[in-house]
């Protein structure tokens, strides 16, 4: 199991009491005596992520809402709620604080038993699927299909990779059986694994020994040949215990429909469509500024875990997300840089490493197969910078 870095997220609950509507597939949810209106609150984890986890603010959540599959014990389909949106209204005049809801509101269903000769309505057991962002029908990317309705087997999603940061969809999704009535508390968990990029010197070298000497990035290539491009996520994951215990995600394999191939990243020190991201600013080497305004640029690091060079313009810190696969993953990795004095700078220079195995936070070296989802991993490339 990666180590658990941190925990983020919102949790608001609201009553849901009015009517609601069936059709002829649905199970009788109004009984005749205290009807028990099912209503939701939601939490993102950050089991085995870092804290800034941009894409999924409190803001941004509240915008996109959620979505839910639930399935009452017998049926073999979403028989209660398919797809349904889930939404968060703020109160009036109050941008912070408000509730969750849904329409048309469904109620808890039951059924009738004998207990010591006398017949009793206990509540049915409900399996609830859910994902973040909600999505009505699918797109080029992200979320691009989802089961039918009629469709008799685990609820899922299909997801397919941007390129580009910007449009790469962080999926949300969770499984959860009540226990007990009451508001539910959805806590998902992360469906991609993502990569944190990490740069430093060499603490051997040579050339990097003062502040007079800086060495900047100017860009960095990532490349592997067997990324899973589309895949298929199960949103229930009851099947495995150690999903379960370790909130992993299902992903199916063995679907007919899913894509592997060459995958290309290329992180740039200028923001442009070209570039995933951009090179982070204290390492980044910035085209036609004298020495003593550039960044201080990349250092050595005696605890050899190196600084963060990947971020967007509204955080400090990106990563690059994979579909988690069973062959785990390695990288093929090139940096540009050039070295900078105070009268002296470099041509581009270049260093390649291929076959760079990406380790868990835990197995830092020992890269942990298959690439989990729900997981930060940690690739850190060393330079050995040496002046023409």
């Known amino acids: 199991m990666f180590a658990r870095v941190s925990t983020y997220g919102i949790a608001i609950a609201a009553l849901l009491m009015t009517a609601c509507s069936q059709n002829e597939t649905e199970p009788n949810t109004v009984p005749t005596e205290k009807p028990v209106a099912i209503s939701f609150s939601f939490t993102s984890t950050q089991d085995n992520q870092a804290t800034t986890r941009g894409e999924f603010t409190d803001t941004k959540l509240r915008s996109t809402g959620f979505g839910v599959f639930a399935t009452v014990a017998g049926s073999t389909f979403p028989n209660l709620m398919y797809n349904q949106q889930v939404t968060y209204t703020y109160l009036a005049d109050d941008a912070q604080n408000g509730y969750w809801s849904y329409s048309p509101t469904k109620y808890w269903p039951i059924q009738t038993v004998e207990e010591n000769g006398d017949l009793k309505t206990v509540p049915q057991t409900v399996t609830f699927c859910a994902y973040a962002p909600y999505v009505a ?22 997801y397919t990779l941007s390129e580009t940061l910007d449009e790469t969809l962080d999926l949300l999704w969770t499984c959860y059986q009540p226990t007990e009535l009451g508001p539910i508390e959805f806590k998902m968990y992360h469906a991609l ?41 199960k949103l229930d994951n009851t099947e495995s215990n150690d999903a379960v215990t370790n909130h992993y995600p299902i992903w199916d394999h063995t679907w007919e429909g899913q894509i592997t191939g060459a995958r290309t990243v290329d992180i740039l ?3 442009n469509s070209s ?13 036609d500024l004298p020495f003593s305004w550039q960044p201080k640029g990349v250092e050595k690091d ?14 400090p810190q990106a ?39 990406v380790p868990s936070v835990e197995h830092v070296g020992d890269p942990l197969k298959p690439l989990r989802g729900n997981s930060t991993y940690q690739l850190i490339l060393k330079i050995n910078p040496k002046k023409p």
């Open 193 to 233: 694994a993502r990569v944190a990029v990490n740069v430093m010197v060499d603490n051997t070298n040579e050339y990097k020994t003062s502040d007079d000497q800086k060495v900047l990035i100017s860009k960095i290539t990532l490349s592997t040949s067997t990324a899973v491009k589309t895949g298929r996520l």
């Open 275 to 287: 570039s995933y991201g951009i090179i982070a600013e204290d390492v980044r080497y910035i085209d």
């Open 319 to 357: 990563y690059i997300y994979f579909i988690p696969n069973e062959a785990g993953l390695t990288l093929d990795c090139t940096v540009k840089y050039r070295l900078m004095e105070e009268s002296y700078i470099s041509d581009e220079l270049s260093t390649t490493v291929t076959d760079i195995p």
């Open 269 to 271: 020190n200028i923001d």
């Open 302 to 315: 005696p605890q050899e875990k190196g600084v963060n060079a990947l971020c967007t313009g509204d955080y």
């Open 137 to 158: 029908a699918g797109g080029a990317t992200g979320i691009t299909g989802m089961s039918a309705n009629t469709y008799t087997g685990s609820p899922y999603l299909d």
